[in-house]
């Protein structure tokens, strides 16, 4: 994104936890300031230095520890690239819990760090359920070994979970013991148009009932954001007629265990959908080949990266009510104009995408696309949409973290009684601040 800078003069990379412990424990002396680093991919600014820290890459440790194909329990070490535990899975017949656009640089441990949600959240659940273990070096360079392979465990506080979304402030992630899933025997999935956003949720509704089991993602896209990747070229487009008079996209993949059973119940529910007196879609573009099906997902994954080459992106990841989606994105629409901002020069549009499934709010991802970033947009911008959450009692962050965007928003969505007691903790794990400084807490 281009928006966080500091003044690093050193970057580490260790090759193995007990390099990382000593690095650490000659800064816990010294009191200097690390910033763990995964993939770099975050976009709340979180594996970014605020000033002058040491920058401690994972980047070296990338090698599977090991895997149980009876169990399905895979131990790698933190710096191992997503799509490479993928890779590492698929002959086995296995699929990694977590799927995500950064994928191919992203990182297991910034994974964690982050308890990035994701695509298929919807189907394989959050971090906090699928890691069963960690390996963790302290803020003083002791190794916290928790890298059990048990998924039932149940002796105590389960201390792992405080690292899960921590954003390395605790600790440094660098060993992760996850649960990995059987890999489906089909997937498919299929573009549908909407004529308008109203009948997102009654079309959720209809397509959890028709798909149940099967379902693994519900993927919201707005027709503004949809033009753009297509401008920028993000996967395969729709013809201009299945496009015509849609006001909003859904991405629907499926899951499951046999081809023709997953194929006949998809076919059914896109013609009963196109049946109904009142239709909830206009069309609905069904992947027939597996290229097709990737490339209906490119449409999906490069979004963030059609955003950023459309200009420069003020991003807002959070949960509010399902229904809610299109009022966040005309209140914010509307608000920009009554500044002035909604121009050409300042704010070019307001688009929104997201994860419908992931509960009964919604995650919806608003993106303000600008020509640059202004003191006067950010302004205008915060802390209205953070109050707009706060009155939908939603979060300022579903899944992206806090990092050091939104250390001064934590209270429109967590109480004081619940920030007191991140602090304490913090101050029990780390108390000369060394860990991430000026991240999460503010
Ligand atoms: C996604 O769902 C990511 O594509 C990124 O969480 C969202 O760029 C964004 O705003
Ligand atoms: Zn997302």
Same mark, same amino acid.
């Given at each position: 994104?281009?928006?966080?800078?500091?003044?690093?003069?050193?970057?580490?990379?260790?090759?193995?936890?007990?390099?990382?412990?000593?690095?650490?424990?000659?800064?816990?002396?010294?009191?200097?300031?690390?910033?763990?680093?995964?993939?770099?991919?975050?976009?709340?600014?979180?594996?970014?230095?605020?000033?002058?820290?040491?920058?401690?890459?994972?980047?070296?440790?990338?090698?599977?520890?090991?895997?149980?194909?009876?169990?399905? #329990? @895979?131990? !790698?070490? &933190?710096?191992?690239? %997503?799509?490479?535990?993928?890779?590492? +899975?698929?002959?086995?017949?296995? $699929?990694?819990?977590?799927?995500?656009?950064?994928?191919?640089?992203?990182?297991?441990?910034?994974?964690?760090?982050?308890?990035?949600?994701?695509?298929?959240?919807?189907?394989?659940?959050?971090?906090?359920?699928?890691?069963?273990?960690?390996?963790?070096?302290?803020?003083?360079?002791?190794?916290?070994?928790?890298?059990?392979?048990?998924?039932?465990?149940?002796?105590?506080?389960?201390?792992?979970?405080?690292?899960?979304?921590?954003?390395?402030?605790?600790?440094?992630?660098?060993?992760?013991? #996850? @649960?990995? !899933?059987? &890999?489906?025997?089909? %997937?498919?999935?299929?573009?549908?148009? +909407?004529?308008?956003?109203?009948? $997102?949720?009654?079309?959720?509704?209809?397509?959890?009932?028709?798909?149940?089991?099967?379902?693994?993602?519900?993927?919201?896209?707005?027709?503004?954001?949809?033009?753009?990747?297509?401008?920028?070229?993000?996967?395969?487009?729709?013809?201009?007629?299945?496009?015509?008079?849609?006001?909003?996209?859904?991405?629907?993949?499926?899951?499951?265990?046999?081809?023709?059973?997953?194929?006949?119940?998809?076919?059914?529910?896109?013609?009963?959908?196109?049946?109904?007196?009142?239709?909830?879609?206009?069309?609905?573009?069904?992947?027939?080949?597996?290229?097709?099906?990737?490339?209906?997902?490119?449409?999906?994954?490069?979004?963030?990266?059609?955003?950023?080459?459309?200009?420069?992106?003020?991003?807002?990841?959070?949960?509010?009510?399902?229904?809610?989606?299109?009022?966040?994105?005309?209140?914010?629409?509307?608000?920009?104009?009554?500044?002035?901002?909604?121009?050409?020069?300042?704010?070019?549009?307001?688009?929104?995408?997201?994860?419908?499934?992931?509960?009964?709010?919604?995650?919806?991802?608003?993106?303000?696309?600008?020509?640059?970033?202004?003191?006067?947009?950010?302004?205008?911008?915060?802390?209205?949409?953070?109050?707009?959450?706060?009155?939908?009692?939603?979060?300022?962050?579903?899944?992206?973290?806090?990092?050091?965007?939104?250390?001064?928003?934590?209270?429109?969505?967590?109480?004081?009684?619940?920030?007191?007691?991140?602090?304490?903790?913090?101050?029990?794990?780390?108390?000369?601040?060394?860990?991430?400084?000026?991240?999460?807490?503010?």
């Amino acid at each position: 994104m281009n928006k966080y800078h500091g003044k690093s003069t050193t970057v580490l990379k260790p090759r193995t936890t007990k390099e990382v412990s000593e690095i650490v424990k000659w800064c816990n002396d010294r009191r200097i300031g690390i910033v763990p680093q995964g993939g770099n991919t975050g976009l709340v600014g979180g594996s970014v230095p605020v000033k002058d820290e040491l920058i401690l890459s994972l980047a070296n440790m990338s090698k599977v520890r090991a895997f149980d194909d009876v169990s399905g #329990i @895979l131990v !790698a070490d &933190a710096g191992c690239i %997503l799509q490479s535990l993928s890779d590492y +899975l698929a002959p086995h017949n296995y $699929v990694f819990p977590l799927d995500l656009g950064a994928k191919g640089s992203c990182q297991v441990g910034g994974n964690v760090s982050t308890n990035a949600g994701g695509l298929r959240l919807l189907r394989y659940g959050s971090l906090h359920g699928t890691v069963l273990g960690l390996e963790v070096v302290l803020p003083d360079g002791t190794i916290l070994d928790q890298l059990t392979a048990l998924r039932k465990d149940n002796t105590g506080y389960d201390l792992k979970q405080l690292f899960i979304g921590a954003e390395g402030t605790l600790g440094i992630v660098t060993g992760v013991s #996850i @649960l990995t !899933a059987p &890999a489906p025997q089909a %997937l498919n999935n299929v573009m549908l148009a +909407l004529p308008k956003f109203d009948n $997102v949720l009654p079309l959720f509704k209809e397509v959890k009932r028709q798909l149940s089991e099967i379902l693994s993602a519900f993927e919201y896209i707005d027709r503004s954001v949809y033009d753009l990747a297509v401008k920028h070229n993000q996967g395969r487009a729709l013809d201009a007629e299945e496009v015509e008079g849609a006001e909003c996209f859904v991405l629907v993949e499926t899951s499951g265990g046999n081809r023709e059973h997953d194929e006949q119940k998809l076919n059914n529910l896109l013609e009963s959908l196109m049946e109904a007196d009142e239709p909830l879609i206009n069309t609905g573009v069904l992947a027939t080949s597996p290229a097709q099906f990737a490339s209906l997902w490119a449409i999906r994954e490069g979004l963030t990266e059609a955003v950023s080459k459309e200009g420069k992106a003020y991003k807002y990841d959070i949960s509010v009510p399902l229904q809610k989606f299109q009022e966040v994105l005309d209140i914010t629409r509307e608000h920009l104009k009554s500044k002035g901002l909604m121009r050409e020069g300042a704010v070019r549009h307001v688009v929104g995408y997201g994860h419908v499934g992931d509960g009964k709010s919604g995650n919806l991802h608003l993106n303000v696309v600008a020509d640059a970033y202004t003191p006067e947009i950010e302004a205008a911008l915060e802390p209205f949409v953070y109050e707009l959450v706060a009155k939908y009692k939603g979060s300022v962050s579903a899944e992206h973290g806090i990092g050091v965007m939104k250390t001064h928003a934590l209270q429109y969505s967590k109480n004081a009684v619940s920030i007191d007691w991140m602090k304490r903790i913090k101050q029990l794990f780390d108390p000369k601040g060394i860990m991430n400084p000026g991240k999460v807490l503010p």
